[in-house]
Structure formats: C-alpha cells, structure tokens
C-alpha cells in the first residue's frame, strides 16, 4: 500500500487479519530502507525521517486461499 506523509514524524499502523494468516508488515521509502516492522495482528510503528513516499509492505500466510487485510495508518508530525 502506498501513502505519502507531509514532514518526518511518527507514522502508526494497524492490522488486522485472520490469526492464521500470520501477518508481517513493515513500512518501508522509496529507496528500499526499512523504518519499521511488526509481525502479527496488532499495531506498529514506525518514525519516518522525511517527507514524502512510503509503503506498507504486508506478507504472511495464506493457509488454505486468499487472506484479506484491514489496516489503519496515521502520521503525527
């Protein structure tokens, strides 16, 4: 999932899956450099040291067919 923030900060995640699916996600820039990791069904987060484009990268497993995610992001400057 891409998202933009406006200045560095703070930026919090949530997620939520079937526990099987076994969730990681990370918030990963532009650039390939990892600023946070969370593994599981819960909340993270992540300092951002600029502004600008960031993905949140979600893997895990897909037990017997398609997993669906929910997932909240925030930015606190």
Do not use: D, K, M
């Not at 990892?34 to 987060?45: L, P």
């Amino acid at each position: 999932y891409r998202f933009e923030v406006p200045s560095r900060g703070v930026v919090s995640f949530g997620i939520g899956a079937a526990a099987e699916a076994a969730p990681t996600c990370r918030v990963v820039s532009y650039n390939g450099s990892v600023h946070g990791a969370f593994s599981g069904v819960g909340t993270g987060q992540a300092v951002v040291p600029v502004g600008g484009t960031y993905f949140l990268e979600v893997s895990g497993t897909s037990g017997n067919g398609w997993r669906s995610y929910n997932f909240l992001l925030t930015h606190c400057p």
